[in-house]
């Protein structure tokens, strides 16, 4: 075997070494370009990441919040996803290992955790945090409802007052007819 060794060239063997080191070694890196993602209810997210190992990698993503952890998906980088029926329908996979969720829920809010596994067993994790927020559109449907409400009271007010005040001379008119004396006719005496 050493006499092997010694027959490679320097070259030959520096790039041997730096195969074995990459190989031997945990030679997986998940960049995310984000690590917080922010999105409303009934909205999508999607976790970006980028990759890089050697040979064709297992994929897991992993929820985890206060109240509970659950598996999401699991696949070989390049074959089908298995998703959890939980998040059936919900899940889209992506050929570089991102995840998209779409149709958000509250309780969706919490850590997303990412698990590269090499064929050789070596694997790395990244946790990603996802907050879902409440739309206020309820809120400012609310305030036009109640305002539009409140001025159509307010129109239907001052018809009332305006009706009433008609009235209110109407009867007035009413009344100094009824009081003043018949018309009696007076005789007028020649001078």
Not at 2 to 26: D, G, V
Not at 92 to 110: A, E, K
Not at 134 to 163: K, N, P, R
Request: aromatic share 10%; charged share 15%; net charge positive.
């Amino acid at each position: 075997m050493r006499s092997a060794w010694i027959c490679l060239s320097q070259n030959t063997q520096i790039l041997y070494l730096i195969f074995c080191l990459c190989h031997f070694t945990q030679a997986i890196t998940i960049q995310v370009p984000r690590n917080t993602v922010t999105a409303p209810v009934q909205g999508s997210a999607l976790f970006s990441v980028d990759i890089t190992c050697i040979g064709t990698p297992t994929i897991r993503w992993m929820f985890s919040s206060v109240n509970r952890q659950q598996r999401i998906a699991a696949w070989v980088l390049g074959g089908s996803a298995n998703v959890t029926q939980m998040y059936e329908g919900r899940v889209q996979t992506h050929p570089n290992g991102s995840l998209s969720i779409s149709n958000l829920r509250l309780q969706d809010s919490g850590y997303y955790i990412i698990t590269v596994t090499e064929m050789t067993g070596s694997s790395k994790d990244m946790g990603l945090v996802l907050t879902v927020t409440e739309v206020l559109y309820e809120d400012i449907q609310f305030l036009v409802v109640f305002v539009i409400v409140l001025g159509t009271l307010a129109a239907f007010l001052m018809l009332c007052m305006w009706l009433l005040n008609k009235l209110y001379h109407f009867i007035k008119v009413w009344r100094q007819r009824r009081c003043l004396p018949e018309h009696t006719e007076t005789e007028l005496q020649p001078l």
